[in-house]
């Protein structure tokens, strides 16, 4: 055992990984206190709880963060259409910001001046967390294990992890690994690397955990209507039931079991990562989908098209900055603002029926449409703004 | 009648339209010239052909541009993704000025001074063709009924053209109008206008024409591998069955008849006309969306980030470029030449399965792909263009 | 003389061609109310409105829109960094919104349904006028005589005016034409057109009227420290000698003289307009060229990278909207809260000597720079934004 | 000295802190090639080599890469009117390349493992230098000494870099140092850093080398006619002598002459460095500065509107890729290319004057120019391009 060091706020899973790092840590002579932030992830929280005190964690946070992650990490995404790429809504990529943000608290309100995570050498992620991290606090420092020379060799592969679990009584998993690893929130889940890693491989049919399988899923459709006012959805009634759902958090869990029901979000896809090199993906974003298809046609029902234009091209930088992780960077700042502001009159309802892995567009209404068959665009514009009050004489 | 004027090209239907303008035309004094293009529409061209002469055309031209439309229109546009709004295939858009170039090479061959066509004044064609036109020939003039007085207040509405047709012997079609407009080509048909004015009122069942309802169409997907070079397919291969083609026009309508069996393809759009206002479309595209997903693919795998990136700007403004009728002018040449160059490596193998609408990305593999797990993106690039010969001495 | 028609406001300049279309709308049937708006221009505006009621104005509106002008459309463009096509400041882009807006809101309050111009068909000022003035009030109808074959049939050359002006007691100028034509307000002077038509032509040495010639003008340079909040200037002292000026309009014009002693803001160019023909233009914009300069500073200064990079995409639009007569478009209005926006932190001091024709930046300092040898961008960013209040522990 | 280890490649410049990373390189047990760009700076290159061979350099290269550098990397600034940031000509940025070039062809010939260069850890030359380098040879090492705790912190300030020059024999500067540091090449020269570093401070009025001060400048300007081809200049012929050069390198001197006469291309600016941080800059562009403004006058007269839009953006692009140092990336390949397919017709003579500190346009001419005082854009285009052959029957 190293001599005391000081207090770290570790980014803890309940997982191998995270449980070795946290006994590591101590071992290097930190205190360690863990943070597991309940992003809508399937996990024992208590169990993880309890095996992060028993693994020698000073104290353990275990926060909800559902309900932000989806008003100002997801609302953000919407109203920007955010892709990556044209195909990868971000799951991962917001809700690294959302978990930076409280990792910063934490530490701030413990006076700790660390920081760990256990995110890879060659991922997006480590980037997301460290640029999150230092941007809220400059002065914290941030511990990445996978990336030290005394941590990665000493754990050149999972049996020496196993080994290490099982000298220091970590709790070792019973089921074997999955041949891939996964990444999950309420709003997505990713699989990667493992057997996906050679692009042309297919998906193994039991690999999706958070959508049905379309060729199973129901054969009669479910029909939405959502209704949105400045850019976010606000209602969503199912109209064969009558079931209606008014806060953010609350209609997008809806939504994600409407989806999941459906089959509808899953996306195999070729990115290319922040840090230089292209890795294969595959995703499911239930709720984000049927969000995508939904707010891109009330958009564009009641925006202005040369607004929408640029509008459009700060969207791109958007998702882009999101994905490299610059959420907290002036630019990003800059960007929200911007697109937000194209969103005030974006507002109306939506119909849509979701089937079989679609999204179907069945219809949009909105109280304040530019949509007008006798009319031009700038004049419009104008009788809506009533920005000069006109005497109507003719 | 008239004296005598001078000779004009007509873009002839084959409809009631058309029709009326063939022989309104004469009625000024035109020596009328019709030309009717296949591009893959549902038509009987011999009676099409016939009737136009019965009418009083002085010669009729009907070609099949078919080949011609993919090669030079439809592949361009896959090379850019191109979509208008996030959401059109623009399958109208490509096919004007393909159109255009016909009726210009005939007007030239004929010393025909004049062309005329049946678009509206309130939709985007008029100006697709014109524009067209004007950019191969400056000097020929285009005659535009539908914007003239002396022809719209004449016939203020469908009735006087059918009692046009019936004083004239022009053979007045015996089903009844659909309750919207259409226009079809090889690669789409489009749906607006009449009941579907309303953006509101959802598309009755019976009106797809191109493609299978999803609720109905087969159980079982179809795969099929697609191979792409210089970001253009080259050969299709069905998996199922072995079936394959390899020629431009082949694959495509192939394409077209897998898309359709399976429902892929529809879109219910809310769009922003050239002219200012907003119009709601209803579309069919189905070959073009399986190529839209398999070129996305392959290039995202194959093409350096920021190379895409700025690719991804290009094909913006080609996408509105076209829309807009700008096929013919200096820009849009520019952008085709450097989005054809982002191209060249765009090359290997996409899998697709098609199932209930949608299309599904299996994996892809390619010949030269930037996919690799430990190199960083330059030192790759550099690999694969062999730019420096190095003594490769560890 | 035609019957009583309506009334019509007239953007009268005090000249030859507005005064024969004072006379000519009259004769039409029309009831004239002049409106000539000081907007910097050198002119008798008392003569101007002597003459137009005794040409038959019924009313004659003369308002000085020169501060309006300056806090309202010129300091927008000082956001920007504004420039059309890289060098042209828009000095008459600028001015026409602000004329229009006079123009619609005296139609209102006069009740009148008509307003027109003297503007030609071949330039952008048409369509500048006419944009602002039908996107102000939809109602309006714009008379547009040089666009009018009653009107340019019976005028085909300066000759025809002439006598008409003659027949109709017009005053007619004593001094003869310049080989050119002008346009003046309190931002610059255009010349084109006549002998400035051939771009090889040099301009003649007494063409310019707002800048002394460079080779003449004094040989110790003035020195000036410009003060900026939020992007715009807020105080000019001149260091050689104390003099101080702190309102917008008032520094302006004191810009525009040190300027104009200095022959700072002169260029000859090639320019693209909105009717699609290249024209050549010389103009003069003294104050403008300074402000140019020392905003582009003290914007680098206290700017983020990022959001700069951002922004000048915005402004490049932003150029092209105005230059094209969109000032009054929901885009440009977007555009200009975005631009706004981020130069909320746009504040310090730019010294510049001004000489022989340049503007030279001799340093700068600002309250809150973002320049710091140490720091990198994103900590440095939040550092000034203090968002998180953190212990300083190390 | 420590065990023999492998050749380097050292970027060697003739001064102190070179020369002392050559001493210091050895004693590490290198082998040592000096290498040492002629690229246009002001030095006594037989001096240089003689001293490298003293302080046992194994070899020193001396190359003369001036024609290069304006062929192959001023040139393609030119084409792209490039900037960075609205002010800065790029004069470093582009010498890097051509020099990081050089570097890797001799190490591949020598076969030299290593390259070595004197860039500091806080500047943007070390990620020129080096992304250029990785990107030619992936199998290269670049040793960074001053960001090598081993080197910077034996050498923390000049006194112990002197100290070790006057152990080892390293001739020591007589002159005291300038209070700044320097860069010159062919195309510019900066200074920044010391007492400049105060973005408030002025530069002392003997800091500038390679231009003339404007007040003491000659009192009658040069009048010069510069002939572009494809976008760059192929002839200059001073009109006020005749004298005339032809070749890319000779006109490039003539025009760094008659604008160093003249105190034309002298600017003071902050700047965003590529690490993050703001940093203030002097620099001298003579010849740069004329044709910027003359190639962007030649384009503006032949270049079609939309295209040089686009163009536009993609030039802004490529300054910045240029500016971080990604010139051998295939972004900025493709970028190159875009750009150049833009010039093709960009032909024709500009005639400027250059005159105290400022460069006037006083005309143009073209043999293809789009300049028509009647015609569209669209028509005239296509008039130019004969694209089809049309009958001119009115």
Known sequence: MAEPRDTVVLAYSGGLDTSC????????GY??????????????????????????????????VCREFVEDFIWPAVHANALYE???????????????????????????RYIAHGATGKGNDQVRFELGCYALCPSIKVIAPWRMPEFYQRFPGRRELMEYA?????????????????DENLMHISYEAGILENPKNRAPLDLYTKTCNPTTSPDVPDELEIEFEKGVPVKVTNTRNGVTHRSALELF???????????????????????GMKSRGIYETPAGTILYHAHLDIEAFTMDREVRKIKQGLSLKFSELVYNGFWYSPECEFLKHCIARSQQAVAGTVHVSVFKGQVYILGRESPHSLYNEELVRLKEYHRLQSKVSTKQDE
């Open 31 to 64: 205190t360690v206190i863990a943070f597991l932030a309940n992003i809508g992830q399937t996990e024992d929280f208590d169990a993880a709880q309890k095996k992060a005190l028993a693994l020698g964690a000073k104290k353990v946070y275990i926060q909800d």
């Open 253 to 275: 869990v809806y939504l994600n079991d409407i989806a999941s029901k459906h089959g509808v979000g899953r996306v195999d896809i070729v990115e290319n990562r922040f840090v």
């Open 21 to 28: 790092i946290l006994v590591w840590l101590k071992e290097q």
């Open 166 to 182: 099982q000298k220091h009584g970590i709790p070792v998993p019973v089921t074997p690994k999955a041949p891939w690893s996964m």
């Open 86 to 112: 044209d195909r990868y809504m971000l799951g991962s990529a917001l809700a690294r910001p959302c978990i930076a943000r409280h990792l910063v608290l934490i530490a701030q309100e413990e006076g700790a």
